[in-house]
Nanobody
Framework: QVQLVESGGGLVQAGGSLRLSCAASGRTFSSYAMGWFRQAPGKEREFVAAITRSGSTTYYADFVKGRFTISRDNAKNTAYLQMNSLNPEDTADYYC?????????????????WGQGTQVTVSS
């Protein structure tokens, strides 16, 4: 079992930045690829970014490329999502997730463990 706890969400003005953190406990963090997903009100959950177990490879949804950066610190059992140039369309609950597989990281069903989410609100 892996327990995931997100933090760092909040209210920010358009153009601003936030850094989300995902703290993991339980089994070996470095054994899992990590992903970030988001869900806006009335919309389906969508992929945002993912990072492989070593952190050597990252993947992004097209709508966040160049604005968001995913990273991880295996020594601290934590994954991060740095979000810059935020706009109101980025308003959503953001979830981190962990998976033992190394392919299809943009697909939510690949993930075995999920955090409870952290809310991000971007005002115009």
């Amino acid at each position: 079992q892996v327990q995931l706890v997100e933090s760092g969400g909040g209210l920010v003005q358009a153009g601003g930045s936030l850094r989300l953190s995902c703290a993991a406990s339980g089994r070996t963090f470095s054994s899992y690829a990590m992903g970030w997903f988001r869900q806006a009100p009335g919309k389906e959950r969508e992929f945002v970014a993912a990072i492989t177990r070593s952190g050597s490879t990252t993947y992004y949804a097209d709508f966040v490329k160049g604005r968001f950066t995913i990273s991880r610190d295996n020594a601290k059992n934590t994954a991060y999502l740095q979000m810059n140039s935020l706009n109101p369309e980025d308003t959503a609950d953001y979830y981190c997730a962990a998976t033992g597989v190394f392919y299809g990281l943009s697909l939510a069903p690949r993930y075995d463990y999920w955090g409870q989410g952290t809310q991000v609100t971007v005002s115009s």
